[in-house]
């Protein structure tokens, strides 16, 4: 299992900004996935970060965007950059822990820019 | 590319009763994972249950438990005597195991229990 802590919960941002999020997981895994929620629909994974190697984004999203962070095997960083209202979302990392185990999830970032 | 459908964007149920939540799913791999979470108000999501598709036997966890339909590809989760604390979006979820893991989510269904 793994417990991922996810800071902040939540925060309102004026547009143009950036907001880092940060995921503490309590043990060592390789890959950390970054999502995007808008209210009321699925996740929709941004991009996937290893530890010494650039992360992988999906279709859709860039490095300029949402540059990603993944200094160890046990935190990382997504920065949402120049903040426009489109943003405003809530944004879960997420770790699988073992080839063969469930995903675990950050408690969610709840994002708004005004 | 796998996908996981939810045909039933919503449902309510009366407490005590019991409901059934749909799910789909394609792929050609015939070794994988499928999973339900809860998503409640807080955010948090929270592992329901989970099926290995090597298993026939389907899955259960005190109220909760599934149809797992391997040919048909479904994989419906049940559940029982419905509280009011089940209230909330669950998400069906595969994962094929080994090499480049990645998860697939369906688009969720939310679910409402009506006292």
Known sequence: SAVISQKPSRDICQRGTSLTIQCQVDSQVTMMFWYRQQPGQSLTLIATANQGSEATYESGFVIDKFPISRPNLTFSTLTVSN?????SSIYLCSVLPGLNTEAFFGQ??????V | AQTVTQSQPEMSVQEAETVTL?????????DYYLFWYKQPPSRQMILVIRQEAYKQQNATENRFSVNFQKAA???SLKISDSQLGDAAMYFCAYIKPGGYQKVTFGTGTKLQVIP
């Open chain 2, 73 to 75: 590809k479904s994989f």
């Open chain 2, 22 to 30: 749909s799910c789909t799913y394609d792929t050609s791999e015939s």
């Open chain 1, 108 to 113: 969610g970032t709840r994002l708004t820019v």
């Open chain 1, 83 to 87: 903040m426009s209202p489109e943003d």
